[in-house]
């Protein structure tokens, strides 16, 4: 996205700018513990949401107890949805929290549990526990490994049929709700807000096939979806190389 466009875009009269986490706003790292938000970026965004025009949401598979921690001290100035929006708290302090969260929360545990008896013997997986949501990475895993993980996983999900597994490129996300994605938390703020009760200019930014319903619906609205990074078949009406360029981009914008 080139910076006058962006910079233009900050004067519409009301603009709605929705962020993915890993791979958009702070890059992969070899461990998910590793991936945290750099301080100029949470001052970027900090300034963002300052704007009277602009709303700011961060859109995560992580849970929003982290995205709280990555903007601490000006969270309440954000909408937050963690578990690509199975949770989301709004700068009103109202919150919502899907039904299905809730009610299968106790199964979720159980597999995890199950996870770990399992896993761990197939070789170097890592099971991210987001509270009401999980994620086996096999990012580490190679060959017969990776084979054998995904097919152990695949197992459960037989075993667990009141649970979502997406699998990934390389990772398989678990949730307790059928058909839901960054599209449906969309779906959740744009009730909460109204975008047609007067003229919004729609953002996204994102990088992974989890941002794609999130890319058609910032469509199918008008807006502009923006996809980080090099993919071949994509619903973004942008792409951006890296991580870094859309940093950059905020630097520059934001002053």
């Avoid at 990555?70 to 954000?78: E, I, N, P, Q």
């Avoid at 009103?92 to 597999?111: G, M, N, Q, V, Y």
């Avoid at 987001?130 to 190679?142: A, F, I, P, Q, T």
């Avoid at 995904?150 to 699998?167: G, H, M, Q």
Wanted: aromatic share 8%; hydrophobic share 40%; glycine share 6%.
């Amino acid at each position: 996205m080139e910076l006058n466009a962006f910079t233009n875009l900050l004067t519409e009269t009301q603009v709605f700018i929705g962020f993915d986490r890993d791979g958009t706003l702070v890059p992969y790292a070899d461990h998910p513990d590793e991936a945290l938000l750099d301080e100029c970026v949470k001052l970027q965004l900090e300034k963002l949401s300052l704007l009277p025009n602009v709303t700011v949401s961060i859109i995560s598979a992580r849970s929003i107890a982290q995205l709280g921690r990555d903007m601490l001290g000006s969270a309440d100035r954000m909408i937050l949805a963690g578990n690509y929006g199975l949770e989301i708290s709004f700068p009103d302090h109202s919150e919502f929290l899907h039904p299905d969260a809730i009610r299968l929360k106790k199964t979720l545990r159980k597999l995890k549990v199950e996870l770990f008896k399992k896993l761990p013997q197939l070789g170097s997986v890592i099971i991210e526990d987001h509270g009401l949501s999980l994620c086996v990475h096999y990012h580490r895993c190679e060959g017969l490994e990776r084979r054998d993980i995904i097919t152990a996983v695949s197992a459960f999900a037989k075993l667990y049929p009141d649970l979502t597994f997406i699998n990934l490129p390389t990772s398989f996300e678990i949730m307790p709700a059928n058909n839901w994605n960054k599209g449906s938390a969309l779906d959740i703020i744009e009730s909460k807000i109204g975008f047609d009760d007067e003229p919004w200019k729609l953002l996204y930014f994102g990088d992974s096939v989890s941002d794609e319903p999130a890319f058609q619906w910032i469509n199918n609205r008008g807006g502009i979806s923006v996809r980080i990074g090099d993919a071949k078949v994509t619903e973004s009406s942008l792409q951006m190389k890296s991580c870094s360029d859309l940093i950059g981009l905020l630097n520059m914008a934001i002053k």
